[in-house]
């Protein structure tokens, strides 16, 4: 069979964090791909401003490098379980990957996942021990963890006799040794590796041609953009070709643009044949799966699957008493066109509409995946208000189920019954439990999705900031019932509008934590804290004192509080609860109730106290 010995295709998975897009920095440095000239910062494939403010990647990234007079193609895929969709649809466009493992903390949930996905599509894996320089690095007990994990996720004989290579992307170093002293600053036993591992794409242009799209682009000036790989045959510019959409029509085009991808840049080509990652311009509505192809040969690729959303929120309209202050777009018509344009490039995102013609049921694969979303809009001046997380129920095999995560905790020993107490209250199942050997352990639980909704931020203060939580989606199991997770505090409501003064907050904040600062602007109705108590209190925060011309023999001394709590968009989201939505604007986050006025809303709570009653 001949096979085209000129390119390599590779995609770069890892669990989040274990350094995929650092490593990709150096291969590019390290390569012949960029002149003496091109100044190249950290993690230059995260382009998008909240990667970069977060560190990690959200969308998948194609690029190039030379080395030795052949391309190497590298698709960067993110490594949060959220943005899992993306890594699915990259594996189809590759033949091998560079499976990333930290050298201190060993293989994740992340890390199953992605190898998961890796050896279904029978792809010829290499491993990078990363972060060998790391204190605490142990870099054999890993390699034989990697193998363990091979091994149970039914890897072949081949996969098994998989290269393992040591590096410290961030230092720009590797070797072939697990010894850190013998780390040589280069990336050639990387490069080398997949020349000799990785195999070669078949060469058979001369047949008709099939490019499947796996990721999709937009941009304004040429519209939709068809990112995938050419499986079959050669596609050039102003060929007239066929797209095989998903629900079985066709439907005709002609290419006005093919790009290649070489380092930073995405260069425009005349012509791609097999083996080729391209993108292209000219379909206005194609999607992650289709298959272009001859208008006298129409034949499609198998479609690509895509792991179903698991969490879904209620996006709407802002209604709130301070709309239109701070945003330009608040308008149903705007929020919902922009919501549809989301789906041009997100394949894991749904959006439905409800009964209501300003709200719209938007589901993902997690609460990140949808905070993210959140913060694009609101950068973008969109105004909106939001629901509580909730998860989406399935029925399989006639049976009514919900998602399940996988999580693995690492936390101080001090804190190991703290936390195993609070996921057991979340239905947790505790699976493994064993030291990690530094004065921390190491759990691993089942969890269902639901159960770990406002999670994090408890974690966290259990913790003292010092344990690592990581999650991803196991399965559907049948549903727990009669068990309702949730805030187990109520919240300290604003009775009026106003300004938030220091005397009054002083005078509530004994009733709770407070979310606002003196001087903030509140409405009737706004949540203003979280409540020591498990019911709602109802306060004014705007009250001012009363001027008198009595004098204190000590005169007045200034007013103190304590430092409020400001809650970030995720935190502010894992608080809600069923009667509360989260109002967004480019400048603010506030918290509120679903039914602002006070009579009103503690009518509505009777009335629900009774239905629940009888």
């Known amino acids: 069979m001949k096979t085209r010995d000129d390119i390599r295709n590779v995609a770069i998975i890892a669990h989040v964090d274990h350094g995929k897009t650092t490593l990709v920095n150096e291969l590019l440095k390290q390569s012949d791909t960029l002149n003496a000239h091109t100044e190249i910062g950290d993690r230059a494939l995260d382009s998008n401003d909240i990667e970069k403010e977060r560190g990690i990647t959200i ?34 466009m590759v033949d091998g990957v560079l499976l990333i493992v930290d050298a201190f903390e060993g293989t994740m949930p992340q890390t199953r996942f992605v190898l998961k996905k890796a050896l279904d599509q029978h792809l010829t894996p290499i491993v990078v021990i990363n972060k060998i320089d790391r204190p605490g690095a142990r870099p054999e007990e890993v390699v034989d963890e990697v193998l363990d994990l091979f091994i149970e996720l039914g890897a072949d004989e081949d996969q098994l006799e998989f290269p393992v290579i040591y590096a410290s992307a961030m230092n720009g170093t590797c070797s072939f040794d697990s010894n850190p002293d013998k780390q040589e600053h280069t990336m050639d036993p990387i490069f080398n590796t997949i020349l000799d591992t990785i195999p070669a794409p078949v060469d058979n242009s001369d047949e008709p041609l099939q490019f499947q799209v796996s990721m999709l682009d937009y941009n304004e000036f040429v519209g939709r953009i068809g990112i995938g790989r050419v499986f079959r045959g050669t596609i050039k510019v102003g060929d007239q070709v066929t797209v095989m959409k998903l629900d079985g ?15 930073l840049q995405r260069v425009e080509i005349n012509e791609a044949k097999a083996g080729d990652l391209i993108a292209v311009s000219g379909m206005d509505d194609i999607f992650v799966g289709e298959t272009v192809c001859p208008v006298d040969h129409p034949e499609a690729l198998p479609i690509l699957r895509i792991d179903p959303p698991t969490l879904q929120m209620t996006f709407m309209t802002n209604t709130s008493p301070f709309v239109g202050r ?15 344009v989301q789906l041009h490039t997100d394949v894991s995102l749904r959006v439905e509409d409800t009964e209501s013609p300003d709200a719209w049921t938007v589901s993902g694969r997690g609460e990140l995946h949808l905070s993210i979303l959140i913060e694009m809009l609101r950068r973008e001046g969109f105004e909106l208000a939001v629901s509580r997380p909730k998860v989406i129920y399935r029925e399989v095999d006639g049976q009514l189920c919900e998602p399940f995560e996988s999580v693995i905790i690492d936390t101080p020993d001090e804190y190991t019954g703290a936390v195993i107490d609070s996921m057991a209250q979340r239905k947790g199942d505790m699976l493994n439990m064993e030291p990690n050997g530094n004065g921390t352990t190491r759990l691993e639980f089942s969890t269902p999705t639901r159960g770990l909704i406002g999670y994090d931020s408890q974690f966290l203060s259990m913790t003292r900031g010092y344990g690592i939580l990581n999650h991803t989606f196991a399965e559907y199991k049948p549903v727990i019932r009669n068990w309702e997770p949730g805030r187990r505090n109520g919240a300290l409501v604003s009775i009026n509008q106003g300004k938030a003064t220091t005397y009054a907050i002083m005078g509530v904040e004994g009733r709770g934590t407070i979310f606002v600062d003196p001087g903030t602007e509140v409405y009737e109705g706004m949540i203003v804290g979280q409540s020591s108590r498990e019911r709602d209190i109802s306060v004014n925060v705007t009250k001012g004192k009363n001027m008198t011309n009595v004098r204190s023999s000590n005169k007045d001394q200034t007013a103190t509080i304590k430092k409020p709590t400001h809650l970030t968009l995720e935190e502010s989201l894992e608080f809600l609860n069923e009667d509360e939505l989260l109002e967004i604007t ?19 709570a009777k009335k629900a106290a009774r239905q629940t009653q009888d």
């Open 326 to 340: 701070e945003g330009e777009h608040v308008t149903a018509r705007k929020l919902e066109d922009r919501l549809k």
């Open 59 to 92: 969308l998948s990234k194609t690029t190039a490098v030379k080395y030795k007079d052949k391309q190497i193609n590298i698709v960067d895929t993110p490594g949060h379980a959220d943005f899992g969709g993306e890594v699915e649809r990259i594996m189809k």
């Open 586 to 604: 480019p400048e603010s986050i506030r918290l509120r109730k679903t039914i602002l006025e006070t009579n009103a809303r503690e009518k509505a």
């Open 249 to 263: 029509s066709q439907k005709n085009f002609r290419v006005t643009k093919l790009f290649g991808f070489l380092g």
